[in-house]
């Protein structure tokens, strides 16, 4: 990590609307030694600063081994996002990073794999199914679980299209509401986990979304006989600093910023799902 305290200028090189409230900034370091130390996880996250607004933590969305671009998915929310979203194309901002933990790729190698993720995108696990179909002959059979509130936001169709025909890999799409044309899966995306394969003594479980559907997902696990240790949960908290330092995303003795955002279910489970925490 470069000094975690002052963020380093980095220029837009490309921005792509992927929806009306969803882009995706393309960044590149102004300094080439910058650029040349910067090194990160699947998983992990950067703060990134606009200058006179503030700075907010987003999720790194490109591959590690991409030297040249470092890419990160935003959503139009809040006052610095939308600053942000009003960028183009050669203009600057700030990137202080990476913080946190990332997904166990490494624990995953040669295993079974289930992606369960809800919500508009959720840039923590697009950025780790990202990774493995680049390096798919280092993981067993694969399962994608994607689960949407209305059929309209169901975003990045292509991709899901691409990954689908990837060796030994299950794509699975639920709507709470579909439209006229949803041609997959009407209900609760636990409607899906039926249809999953993999086997239970060699899995990785990894999900990101809402955390009644983590829930969800970890109640059947454990009910099919996975191990503790093999479910990966990526938290979500107000996160201001980035290092522990401000208290805004404490997790019990835990900060989300500096402990996680991924954390294994058996180190947290006396926390979650418990209101308050």
């Not at 990774?131 to 059929?151: A, C």
């Not at 990045?156 to 794509?171: F, G, H, I, L």
Request: glycine share 12%; proline share 6%; net charge positive.
């Amino acid at each position: 990590m470069l000094n975690p305290y002052l963020p380093c200028e980095a220029t837009i090189i490309e921005r792509i609307q992927e929806s009306p409230t969803l882009f995706t900034l393309r960044l590149g370091f102004t300094d080439p030694r910058v650029q040349s130390h910067y090194q990160f996880q699947p998983g992990q996250f950067n703060m990134l600063y606009l200058y006179g607004v503030g700075e907010v933590p987003i999720s790194i969305v490109s591959d590690p081994q991409d030297e040249h671009l470092l890419d990160h998915t935003i959503r139009t929310v809040g006052r610095v996002t939308k600053g942000i979203a009003r960028l183009k194309a050669g203009d600057r901002l700030g990137v202080r990073g990476p913080f946190g933990r990332g997904w166990p790729l490494l624990k995953a190698e040669q295993k079974d794999v289930v992606v369960v993720t809800g919500g508009l995108g959720c840039a923590p696990v697009v950025s780790v199914i990202n990774y493995m179909m680049r390096r798919r002959e280092r993981f067993g059979l694969v399962n994608i679980v994607q689960g949407v509130k209305h059929s309209s936001d169901f975003i990045w169709k292509e991709r899901y299209d691409q990954w689908r025909q990837a060796p030994a890999t299950q794509v699975l799409v639920a709507a709470d509401a579909g439209g006229p044309l949803w041609p997959w899966h009407v209900g609760p995306v636990n409607g899906l986990f039926d249809d999953l394969k993999f086997d239970k003594d060699r899995v990785i479980v990894m999900m990101c979304g809402p955390e009644g559907m983590m829930r969800v997902v970890v109640k059947h696990m454990l009910g099919k006989g996975v191990d503790e240790g093999a479910l990966w949960l990526s938290m979500e908290r107000n996160m201001h600093c980035g290092i522990g330092h401000c208290g805004h995303c404490q997790y019990g003795g835990k900060f989300i910023c500096r402990d996680g955002p991924v954390f294994c279910y058996q180190d947290i489970k006396d926390l979650f799902g418990v209101k308050g925490f």
